[in-house]
């Protein structure tokens, strides 16, 4: 709508609950420890920049998640006004949906201004995309009257495009601004966006950014995402702003590291402790019972006689570097799901088996599946990456169509690219022994 004035709340607009991702919050950043790396970027971006975006980037449990709920929940609102939003739950990636909530709980924050304009959406592009320059032309120094003399409700057509998002964060940034000049201050809003590859995009109209995120951010606000790889022009997002990327991959070290040191803390949890890993991704996948779990995990280590530093190298060698992998091992091994250690090579946790069905059924949502099915069986038997031409060689098929699906599946693979061209693999090898197992066993 490229011209419109602020519609009247109707119930429908007045009620959010502000409470929604306290639970999630709490479940994902549960027994965290680590990522101080990650956590050093965010703060020497803060510290840098007066706005931007930071991005968090990495491969399907990675911990992005966690690492997401875990800086929400240690930065209290005295430092900074941090707002959460999860677009993996479901219902929760539509645009739609984000902006109502975030606009509640921004507006909820809003210092109160006089209500004497009668639109400041009248020039409001709804695209996301290209209407920072317009943006900063407008007068946003007040919130119209369109609350009916309640303050705190959204108008019907708030999230028609990304105008009354901004001029939230623009009136915002206004109140910043003078506290901070006040109070000798830097304080900050942060809009936490976890899983934005969740996001449906096919809800906006094509060029707009996803959920109608503003290109353009006033000093003092911040978006701090997590996302999955993807290809550079499918982002999804045209930012006007500092803007800083951090994949997760890069750092192979540190997040070697932090995985034995989470393996470490774990088998020493008493049991009371142990029920939700940090980094599960799912809102699921929390361990059932813990009333047969009288010990800790390093005391069933020693009665199976099990050396404790060769299990942790061991796990980590076959996690490459994955904490959902580790995660779902170590609470499988908890609930006593596998009697033998051995089993870990050929036996998948009823959790791992979920997060890979998820997997597949992204993959073949595509319109020809019996090509899909091609493809994937040739990556899942395929241990050495491998190029497009060879794919496309090997099964005798147009080049440009085993390109097309790959770069529908990017989030779920690596790729490395050598002096010539790209090769591609599945982004974990226990997900590719599961697919053997399950649905390509020979």
Not at 93 to 111: G, K, M, S, W, Y
Not at 191 to 207: F, V
């Amino acid at each position: 709508m490229m011209n419109s004035t602020p519609r009247p709340p109707t119930m429908n607009n007045s009620i959010v609950n502000p409470q929604e991702f306290a639970a999630i919050i709490h479940q994902k950043s549960a027994n965290f420890l680590g990522r101080d790396f990650v956590f050093t970027a965010i703060n020497n971006f803060l510290n840098r920049y007066n706005r931007g975006y930071f991005t968090i980037i990495g491969l399907p449990g990675s911990g992005k998640s966690a690492i997401i709920a875990k800086y929400v929940k240690d930065n209290p609102s005295e430092n900074c006004q941090v707002i959460y939003y999860n677009a993996e739950l479901e219902g929760k990636n539509h645009a739609e949906e984000f902006l109502r909530f975030v606009c509640q709980q921004l507006l909820d924050i809003t210092p109160p201004q006089p209500s004497n304009i009668q639109s400041l959406s009248s020039s409001s592009p709804r695209s996301g995309g290209t209407e920072g320059g317009a943006r900063r032309e407008q007068n946003v120094s007040n919130i119209p009257s369109f609350t009916g003399g309640m303050r705190g409700v959204l108008p019907d057509n708030a999230t028609e495009g990304s105008w009354f998002l901004s001029l939230l964060l623009q009136q915002i940034s206004d109140s910043l601004l003078q506290t901070n000049q006040i109070n000798q201050t830097n304080q900050k809003l942060i809009i936490a966006i976890d899983s934005l590859n969740c996001i449906n995009r096919n809800s906006q109209p094509p060029g707009t950014n996803i959920f109608y995120l503003p290109p353009y951010v006033p000093p003092g606000v911040y978006f701090l995402l997590s996302r999955r790889p993807f290809l550079a022009d499918n982002s999804g997002l045209l930012i006007e702003a500092p803007v800083q990327s951090l994949h997760l991959g890069d750092y192979p070290q540190e997040n070697k590291q932090d995985i034995q040191d989470y393996i470490r803390s774990y088998i020493n949890l008493s049991p009371e402790c142990r029920d939700v890993p940090w980094n599960v991704s799912t809102t699921n996948n929390v361990s059932t019972t813990n009333a047969n779990k009288s010990s800790t995990l390093k005391s069933g280590l020693n009665t199976q006689q099990i050396n404790e530093v060769e299990f942790i190298t061991n796990l980590t060698n076959r996690s490459e570097n994955n904490f959902k992998y580790v995660s779902e091992i170590l609470t499988a091994i908890a609930d006593a799901f596998y009697t033998q250690t051995e089993q870990i090579e050929t036996s998948f946790p009823p959790g791992l088996i979920t997060y890979y069905q998820q997997h597949l059924d992204k993959i073949l949502d595509w319109e020809n599946q019996d090509f899909a099915v091609e493809v994937l069986q040739f990556l899942a038997q395929q241990t050495p990456p491998i190029s497009v031409t060879d794919i496309a060689n090997l099964l005798d098929v147009d080049e440009f169509d085993v390109e097309e699906i790959l770069e529908d599946w990017f989030e779920l693979l690596q790729v490395e690219n050598t002096s010539d061209f790209p090769v591609y693999s599945l982004y974990h090898d226990n997900f590719r022994q599961w697919l053997i197992s399950s649905h390509f066993h020979q």
